[in-house]
Protein backbone atom coordinates (compact mmCIF):
# COMPACT_ATOMS: atom_id res chain seq x y z
CA UNK A 1 0.00 0.00 0.00
CA UNK A 2 1.36 3.11 -1.13
CA UNK A 3 2.20 5.52 2.05
CA UNK A 4 2.81 8.95 0.91
CA UNK A 5 1.74 11.52 -1.96
CA UNK A 6 4.61 10.33 -4.24
CA UNK A 7 4.45 7.39 -3.96
CA UNK A 8 1.21 7.02 -4.76
CA UNK A 9 2.10 9.07 -7.92
CA UNK A 10 4.94 7.27 -8.24
CA UNK A 11 2.65 3.88 -8.42
CA UNK A 12 -0.23 5.10 -10.34
CA UNK A 13 0.82 7.85 -12.39
CA UNK A 14 4.34 7.70 -13.44
CA UNK A 15 4.32 6.25 -16.87
CA UNK A 16 0.46 6.79 -17.83
CA UNK A 17 -0.52 7.28 -21.41
CA UNK A 18 1.86 6.57 -24.77
CA UNK A 19 5.30 6.23 -25.00
CA UNK A 20 6.48 9.77 -26.68
CA UNK A 21 9.74 11.15 -27.77
CA UNK A 22 8.62 15.07 -27.71
CA UNK A 23 8.90 14.64 -23.46
CA UNK A 24 12.14 15.98 -22.05
CA UNK A 25 10.86 16.00 -18.22
CA UNK A 26 7.58 14.38 -16.64
CA UNK A 27 6.18 12.94 -13.98
CA UNK A 28 8.20 14.08 -10.65
CA UNK A 29 9.66 17.52 -11.05
CA UNK A 30 8.23 20.62 -10.42
CA UNK A 31 7.32 21.04 -14.60
CA UNK A 32 7.22 19.41 -17.40
CA UNK A 33 9.17 20.10 -20.27
CA UNK A 34 7.69 18.98 -23.92
CA UNK A 35 9.12 19.98 -27.08
CA UNK A 36 6.44 21.15 -29.69
CA UNK A 37 7.23 20.37 -33.52
CA UNK A 38 8.16 23.44 -35.57
CA UNK A 39 5.38 24.80 -37.35
CA UNK A 40 2.82 23.88 -35.04
CA UNK A 41 0.54 25.81 -32.82
CA UNK A 42 -0.62 24.58 -28.99
CA UNK A 43 -4.26 23.33 -28.13
CA UNK A 44 -4.70 23.33 -24.61
CA UNK A 45 -8.30 22.41 -22.97
CA UNK A 46 -9.24 21.72 -19.56
CA UNK A 47 -12.16 20.07 -17.74
CA UNK A 48 -13.40 19.42 -14.13
CA UNK A 49 -15.53 16.52 -12.84
CA UNK A 50 -17.17 16.91 -9.66
CA UNK A 51 -18.89 13.84 -7.98
CA UNK A 52 -22.70 14.48 -8.00
CA UNK A 53 -21.91 16.89 -10.36
CA UNK A 54 -20.41 15.25 -13.22
CA UNK A 55 -21.19 11.40 -12.39
CA UNK A 56 -23.52 9.86 -10.29
CA UNK A 57 -21.78 9.21 -6.68
CA UNK A 58 -20.46 5.73 -6.50
CA UNK A 59 -19.84 5.46 -10.35
CA UNK A 60 -16.91 2.94 -11.34
CA UNK A 61 -13.46 4.45 -11.00
CA UNK A 62 -13.16 3.06 -14.39
CA UNK A 63 -15.66 4.96 -16.01
CA UNK A 64 -14.41 7.95 -13.89
CA UNK A 65 -10.84 8.11 -15.23
CA UNK A 66 -11.88 7.14 -18.70
CA UNK A 67 -14.59 9.99 -19.19
CA UNK A 68 -12.16 12.37 -17.15
CA UNK A 69 -9.50 12.14 -19.94
CA UNK A 70 -12.36 12.00 -22.30
CA UNK A 71 -14.41 14.89 -22.22
CA UNK A 72 -10.84 16.86 -23.09
CA UNK A 73 -9.71 14.60 -25.81
CA UNK A 74 -13.07 15.56 -27.23
CA UNK A 75 -12.50 19.13 -26.95
CA UNK A 76 -8.86 19.08 -28.55
CA UNK A 77 -10.91 16.74 -31.61
CA UNK A 78 -13.50 19.91 -31.68
CA UNK A 79 -10.26 22.17 -32.70
CA UNK A 80 -8.83 19.43 -35.20
CA UNK A 81 -5.56 19.13 -33.13
CA UNK A 82 -3.74 15.52 -32.18
CA UNK A 83 -3.83 15.26 -28.29
CA UNK A 84 -0.04 14.94 -27.12
CA UNK A 85 0.38 15.56 -23.60
CA UNK A 86 -2.00 16.29 -20.52
CA UNK A 87 -1.70 17.09 -16.72
CA UNK A 88 -3.68 15.45 -13.67
CA UNK A 89 -5.27 17.28 -10.85
CA UNK A 90 -6.33 14.46 -8.35
CA UNK A 91 -8.51 15.11 -5.45
CA UNK A 92 -9.87 12.21 -3.24
CA UNK A 93 -11.39 11.56 -0.20
CA UNK A 94 -8.89 8.47 1.11
CA UNK A 95 -6.39 6.09 -0.51
CA UNK A 96 -8.16 3.30 -1.83
CA UNK A 97 -5.85 0.90 -3.68
CA UNK A 98 -8.19 -1.17 -5.85
CA UNK A 99 -9.96 2.61 -6.66
CA UNK A 100 -7.01 3.94 -7.90
CA UNK A 101 -5.81 0.95 -9.57
CA UNK A 102 -9.52 0.83 -12.10
CA UNK A 103 -8.88 4.86 -12.43
CA UNK A 104 -5.10 4.79 -13.62
CA UNK A 105 -6.05 1.67 -15.60
CA UNK A 106 -8.48 3.31 -17.49
CA UNK A 107 -7.27 6.52 -17.88
CA UNK A 108 -4.23 5.39 -19.23
CA UNK A 109 -5.88 2.69 -21.68
CA UNK A 110 -7.63 6.02 -23.22
CA UNK A 111 -4.65 7.61 -23.31
CA UNK A 112 -2.36 5.06 -24.91
CA UNK A 113 -4.89 4.70 -27.76
CA UNK A 114 -5.29 8.67 -28.42
CA UNK A 115 -1.46 8.75 -28.73
CA UNK A 116 -1.75 10.97 -24.96
CA UNK A 117 1.46 11.07 -22.51
CA UNK A 118 0.22 12.22 -18.58
CA UNK A 119 3.44 14.51 -17.97
CA UNK A 120 2.27 15.86 -14.37
CA UNK A 121 -0.17 17.35 -11.91
CA UNK A 122 -1.24 16.72 -8.71
CA UNK A 123 -2.60 14.51 -5.83
CA UNK A 124 -4.97 16.06 -2.78
CA UNK A 125 -7.35 14.58 -0.45
CA UNK A 126 -10.72 15.90 -0.36
CA UNK A 127 -14.06 15.92 -2.32
CA UNK A 128 -13.48 13.75 -5.62
CA UNK A 129 -13.46 15.99 -8.18
CA UNK A 130 -10.96 15.46 -10.96
CA UNK A 131 -9.37 18.08 -13.73
CA UNK A 132 -7.48 17.19 -16.29
CA UNK A 133 -5.67 19.73 -18.88
CA UNK A 134 -4.88 18.36 -21.99
CA UNK A 135 -2.61 20.12 -24.76
CA UNK A 136 -2.60 19.32 -28.43
CA UNK A 137 -0.69 19.93 -31.77
CA UNK A 138 -2.09 21.09 -34.65
CA UNK A 139 -0.93 22.82 -38.16
CA UNK A 140 -0.33 26.63 -37.98
CA UNK A 141 -3.33 28.35 -38.91
CA UNK A 142 -5.76 25.80 -39.65
CA UNK A 143 -7.44 25.09 -36.52
CA UNK A 144 -11.03 24.91 -36.60
CA UNK A 145 -13.43 27.00 -34.62
CA UNK A 146 -16.93 27.32 -33.36
CA UNK A 147 -17.13 30.63 -35.82
CA UNK A 148 -16.33 30.27 -39.83
CA UNK A 149 -20.34 28.88 -40.64
CA UNK A 150 -22.08 30.60 -43.26
CA UNK A 151 -26.02 30.58 -44.62
CA UNK A 152 -26.00 27.67 -46.77
CA UNK A 153 -23.72 25.23 -44.98
CA UNK A 154 -24.48 21.26 -44.59
CA UNK A 155 -24.57 20.59 -40.65
CA UNK A 156 -23.02 17.47 -39.71
CA UNK A 157 -23.12 15.37 -36.45
CA UNK A 158 -20.89 12.34 -35.33
CA UNK A 159 -22.24 9.09 -33.92
CA UNK A 160 -25.86 9.29 -32.18
CA UNK A 161 -26.74 11.91 -30.06
CA UNK A 162 -28.74 11.09 -27.20
CA UNK A 163 -27.65 7.46 -25.87
CA UNK A 164 -25.26 9.54 -23.21
CA UNK A 165 -28.15 11.28 -21.84
CA UNK A 166 -30.41 8.00 -21.53
CA UNK A 167 -27.43 6.24 -19.95
CA UNK A 168 -27.19 8.71 -17.21
CA UNK A 169 -30.59 8.61 -16.58
CA UNK A 170 -30.52 4.58 -16.15
CA UNK A 171 -27.76 4.94 -14.33
CA UNK A 172 -29.83 7.08 -11.45
CA UNK A 173 -32.58 4.94 -11.68
CA UNK A 174 -35.05 7.64 -13.86
CA UNK A 175 -35.42 5.15 -16.74
CA UNK A 176 -36.03 1.63 -17.11
CA UNK A 177 -35.43 -0.19 -20.09
CA UNK A 178 -36.51 -3.83 -20.55
CA UNK A 179 -34.12 -5.08 -23.05
CA UNK A 180 -30.85 -5.73 -21.15
CA UNK A 181 -28.39 -5.32 -24.00
CA UNK A 182 -30.07 -1.76 -25.05
CA UNK A 183 -29.65 -0.97 -21.33
CA UNK A 184 -25.75 -1.71 -21.64
CA UNK A 185 -25.42 0.18 -24.58
CA UNK A 186 -26.67 3.53 -23.29
CA UNK A 187 -25.18 3.26 -19.86
CA UNK A 188 -21.67 2.45 -21.46
CA UNK A 189 -22.47 5.41 -23.75
CA UNK A 190 -22.29 7.36 -20.77
CA UNK A 191 -19.69 5.46 -18.77
CA UNK A 192 -17.28 5.23 -21.59
CA UNK A 193 -17.72 8.25 -24.22
CA UNK A 194 -16.18 7.66 -27.35
CA UNK A 195 -13.80 10.94 -28.63
CA UNK A 196 -13.56 11.64 -31.72
CA UNK A 197 -10.18 12.20 -32.17
CA UNK A 198 -9.45 10.75 -36.05
CA UNK A 199 -12.94 12.63 -37.62
CA UNK A 200 -11.46 15.89 -36.16
CA UNK A 201 -8.13 15.86 -37.94
CA UNK A 202 -9.84 14.32 -40.76
CA UNK A 203 -12.08 17.86 -40.55
CA UNK A 204 -9.29 19.97 -41.18
CA UNK A 205 -9.84 21.94 -44.40
CA UNK A 206 -13.21 20.56 -44.78
CA UNK A 207 -15.32 22.16 -42.15
CA UNK A 208 -15.93 25.59 -41.44
CA UNK A 209 -17.07 25.57 -37.65
CA UNK A 210 -17.03 22.64 -35.39
CA UNK A 211 -18.00 22.19 -31.80
CA UNK A 212 -18.32 19.05 -29.28
CA UNK A 213 -21.85 18.28 -27.72
CA UNK A 214 -21.01 18.15 -24.25
CA UNK A 215 -24.44 20.23 -23.65
CA UNK A 216 -26.81 18.33 -25.57
CA UNK A 217 -26.90 18.77 -29.65
CA UNK A 218 -29.64 21.45 -30.06
CA UNK A 219 -27.64 23.74 -27.12
CA UNK A 220 -24.24 23.59 -28.62
CA UNK A 221 -25.46 23.87 -32.18
CA UNK A 222 -27.00 27.42 -31.19
CA UNK A 223 -23.73 28.09 -29.57
CA UNK A 224 -22.00 27.71 -33.35
CA UNK A 225 -24.60 29.55 -34.87
CA UNK A 226 -24.00 32.11 -32.54
CA UNK A 227 -20.61 32.60 -32.71
CA UNK A 228 -21.04 31.96 -36.66
CA UNK A 229 -23.93 34.65 -36.68
CA UNK A 230 -26.57 32.65 -38.67
CA UNK A 231 -29.21 30.29 -38.00
CA UNK A 232 -29.76 26.76 -38.29
CA UNK A 233 -32.69 24.41 -39.48
CA UNK A 234 -32.58 20.70 -38.56
CA UNK A 235 -34.87 17.79 -40.35
CA UNK A 236 -36.21 15.51 -36.96
CA UNK A 237 -36.21 12.88 -39.14
CA UNK A 238 -32.42 13.26 -40.20
CA UNK A 239 -31.11 12.53 -36.51
CA UNK A 240 -29.11 9.69 -35.98
CA UNK A 241 -30.72 7.80 -33.25
CA UNK A 242 -29.41 4.19 -32.59
CA UNK A 243 -31.90 1.44 -32.48
CA UNK A 244 -30.98 0.97 -27.89
CA UNK A 245 -32.42 4.28 -27.49
CA UNK A 246 -35.44 4.42 -30.28
CA UNK A 247 -36.27 0.73 -28.56
CA UNK A 248 -35.73 1.60 -25.31
CA UNK A 249 -37.96 5.26 -25.22
CA UNK A 250 -39.89 5.38 -28.77
CA UNK A 251 -39.27 7.35 -31.88
CA UNK A 252 -40.45 10.51 -30.34
CA UNK A 253 -38.78 10.82 -27.06
CA UNK A 254 -35.68 9.54 -28.50
CA UNK A 255 -35.21 12.70 -30.60
CA UNK A 256 -35.96 15.23 -27.91
CA UNK A 257 -33.21 12.84 -26.18
CA UNK A 258 -30.72 13.66 -28.46
CA UNK A 259 -31.72 17.06 -29.33
CA UNK A 260 -31.24 17.83 -25.67
CA UNK A 261 -29.21 15.33 -23.66
CA UNK A 262 -25.66 15.94 -22.98
CA UNK A 263 -22.83 13.80 -22.32
CA UNK A 264 -22.64 13.13 -25.92
CA UNK A 265 -19.03 14.21 -26.53
CA UNK A 266 -19.93 14.00 -30.29
CA UNK A 267 -18.87 16.62 -32.86
CA UNK A 268 -20.96 18.85 -34.23
CA UNK A 269 -19.63 20.75 -37.47
CA UNK A 270 -20.61 22.43 -40.76
CA UNK A 271 -19.35 21.95 -44.55
CA UNK A 272 -19.61 24.20 -47.35
CA UNK A 273 -21.58 22.85 -50.13
CA UNK A 274 -18.31 22.96 -51.85
CA UNK A 275 -16.56 21.22 -50.01
CA UNK A 276 -19.57 18.69 -49.65
CA UNK A 277 -17.62 16.37 -52.25
CA UNK A 278 -14.57 15.95 -50.42
CA UNK A 279 -16.52 15.13 -47.45
CA UNK A 280 -18.83 12.37 -48.69
CA UNK A 281 -15.91 11.02 -50.15
CA UNK A 282 -14.36 11.14 -46.71
CA UNK A 283 -17.31 9.29 -45.25
CA UNK A 284 -17.36 7.03 -48.49
CA UNK A 285 -13.63 6.03 -47.81
CA UNK A 286 -14.94 5.25 -43.90
CA UNK A 287 -14.49 8.36 -42.32
CA UNK A 288 -16.41 7.15 -38.89
CA UNK A 289 -20.39 7.67 -38.30
CA UNK A 290 -21.59 11.29 -39.73
CA UNK A 291 -24.66 12.01 -40.76
CA UNK A 292 -25.80 15.11 -42.71
CA UNK A 293 -28.92 16.79 -40.29
CA UNK A 294 -29.54 19.92 -41.66
CA UNK A 295 -28.36 23.53 -42.66
CA UNK A 296 -27.44 26.70 -41.66
CA UNK A 297 -29.46 29.82 -42.96
CA UNK A 298 -29.60 33.66 -42.78
CA UNK A 299 -30.95 34.87 -39.66
CA UNK A 300 -30.84 33.65 -36.09
CA UNK A 301 -31.61 30.94 -33.68
CA UNK A 302 -32.38 26.77 -34.09
CA UNK A 303 -35.67 25.44 -35.68
CA UNK A 304 -36.51 21.99 -35.67
CA UNK A 305 -38.82 20.22 -38.19
CA UNK A 306 -40.56 17.40 -37.95
CA UNK A 307 -43.65 16.10 -39.69
CA UNK A 308 -44.13 19.47 -41.42
CA UNK A 309 -44.44 21.15 -38.22
CA UNK A 310 -41.58 23.31 -35.91
CA UNK A 311 -40.57 21.10 -32.94
CA UNK A 312 -40.58 23.18 -29.61
CA UNK A 313 -36.97 22.38 -27.63
CA UNK A 314 -35.01 23.46 -25.07
CA UNK A 315 -32.01 24.44 -26.15
CA UNK A 316 -30.37 26.10 -23.25
CA UNK A 317 -28.01 23.47 -22.14
CA UNK A 318 -26.95 22.44 -18.61
CA UNK A 319 -25.49 25.54 -17.15
CA UNK A 320 -23.89 24.97 -13.12
CA UNK A 321 -24.65 28.65 -11.79
CA UNK A 322 -28.40 28.78 -13.40
CA UNK A 323 -31.04 29.33 -10.62
Not at 88 to 107: C, H, K, M
Request: net charge negative.
Amino acid sequence: MAQSEFELIARYFSRLGADRMDVRISVGDDGAVVMPPPSRELVLVTDTLVEGAHFPVGSPAASIGHRAFAVNLSDIAAMGAEPAWALLALTIPRYDEAWLAQFSRAAGDLCRKHGVLLVGGDTTRGPLTITVTLAGIVPVGVALERKGGQAGDAIFVTGSPGDSAAGLALEQGRLHVADAMSAQILRDRFLFPTPRSEIGVALRGMASACIDVSDGLGGDLEKLCAASGCGAEVDAAALPVSEALSGAVGRELAREYALTGGDDYELLFTVPLARLGAMNNAVARGLGPVTRIGSLVAGGGVRVFARGGVMQFSGAGFDHFAR
